[in-house]
């Protein structure tokens, strides 16, 4: 592995399959819902809670994706996806029922693990090393323009072309572009080595993977593991009730007015990181992530019904959301270098994915049993778990290791 950067043009590429296949495996799914329950003669909230379902399985398969994203070339795998994508949108739009819809919905969800973030961050390193850290914060600036793309998009089609026939759309373009782009990025990949220089290209200005003992390398990860997990919980808790929790706080139809800054802001922390955040490491960002979340939640429940507090919940939350997509590329990077990136990158995946499909059951079962305003300040002191998880890393870092150690390490 030279110290070789990632190519302008394969960067680019690879952030415009990831806006197509945010777009058409997940922003799609809100603006067809309410069709897709008329026409199968099913509650809405059925039709998301077969969606959570499927992030499940999704979630199950994640780590196996990574395992052969290492092993086989992350731009091979992607390109299976991009046919598997496109296979699991057909299947969706000619289900003739709930039981073959749920099922083709969750090969949507299989799909998913191969061309999305947790491949495309593996591909990032295995084409060019040098810098991947900053090439990963420039891919989610690029892909974070999914949604504000693909929902206006949707909606556009849905007004001439059936849920179904939008399907089909969303698969031929999944054919046409991402399959040849995820095919050339195939062959620009190159195989794993263990060259430690290489291992400290890949992670850009950092100083190398962290050298930790056997037993601290795995406390490591579970942190890791579970400050991802709560981010998750979090955020998906909130961003799916986020319109009507500003209603029933009692900001009306403002509230629905200062939901549209959260795309913004999230897009807006990716390009001040890019600008600004090079030198700092990826622990740190991690931390001021978690901690930009709860932070949000506390000045929307101590200013309610206040618009001006309402926005800066909505601009940290969003701030705190585009951090987290970015350190759940970065951070595995940093703390355990290039060998097995892939296979870790899925572990973190399949935590978020968890938390995220339970998120909003467990929101709305909060907010009829207790309440809007203590289920949130309960959300809020749950975020502030993720908070203590990445700190316990910086704390482990900073353990000086026996003279041993450092000789073996690596």
């Not at 959301?321 to 892939?342: H, N, W």
């Amino acid at each position: 592995m030279s110290d070789r950067k990632i190519p302008a043009a394969a960067l680019w590429a690879l952030g415009l399959t990831q806006i197509i296949g945010y777009g058409t495996l997940y922003y799609s799914f809100s603006i067809l819902v309410p069709s897709i329950a008329l026409e199968l003669a099913w509650p809405e909230q059925w039709v998301f809670g077969a969606l959570s379902a499927s992030l499940l399985v999704g979630g199950l398969f994640a780590p196996t994706a990574g395992r052969w994203a290492d092993r086989f070339g992350a731009g091979r795998v992607m390109t299976f996806g991009s046919l598997a994508a496109a296979a699991a949108l057909v299947a969706c739009a000619i289900a003739p029922g709930r039981v073959s819809f749920v099922a083709a919905l969750m090969a949507m969800e299989l799909a998913s693990a191969f061309v999305l973030y947790s491949a495309a961050f593996v591909a990032i390193v295995q084409i060019g090393g040098a810098r991947a850290q900053r090439s990963i914060t420039h891919l989610t600036l690029i892909a974070g323009f999914a949604s504000t793309l693909f929902w206006p998009l949707t909606a556009a089609l849905h007004e001439y072309l059936t849920w179904r026939e939008v399907y089909l759309v969303f698969a031929g373009i999944n054919v046409a572009v991402c399959l040849p782009i995820h095919a050339w990025l195939a062959r620009l990949s190159r195989r794993v080595d263990k060259n430690p220089s290489a291992t400290a290209a890949a992670i850009g200005p950092a100083s190398g993977p962290v050298a930790f003992t056997a037993r601290d390398r795995s406390r490591v990860f579970l942190l890791m593991l579970g400050g991802f997990a709560i981010e998750g919980f979090v955020l998906s808790s909130i961003l799916v009730h986020m319109v009507p929790l500003t209603t029933a706080l009692g900001l009306g139809s403002a509230g629905l007015v200062v939901t549209t800054l959260f795309g913004p802001s999230q897009v807006a922390s990716r390009l001040i990181n890019m600008l600004f955040g090079g030198r700092l490491a990826q622990t740190w960002l991690a931390v001021i992530g978690a901690t930009l979340l709860p932070l949000g939640l506390v000045a929307l429940l101590a200013t309610t019904p206040s618009l001006p507090g309402a926005i800066a919940f909505v601009i940290l939350f969003g701030l705190g959301s585009g951090l987290a997509s970015i350190v759940g590329g970065t951070l595995p990077l940093e703390l355990f270098g290039r060998e097995r990136y892939g296979a870790r990158l899925g572990w973190v995946t399949a935590a978020r994915q968890f938390s995220s499909a339970l998120a909003p059951f467990a929101l709305a079962m909060a907010m009829a049993g207790l309440g809007v305003q203590p289920s949130l300040w309960l959300t809020a002191a749950v975020g502030m778990l993720g908070i203590l998880a990445f700190s316990a890393i910086i704390l482990i870092r900073r353990q000086p290791l026996a003279p041993v150690m450092l000789t073996s390490a690596n």
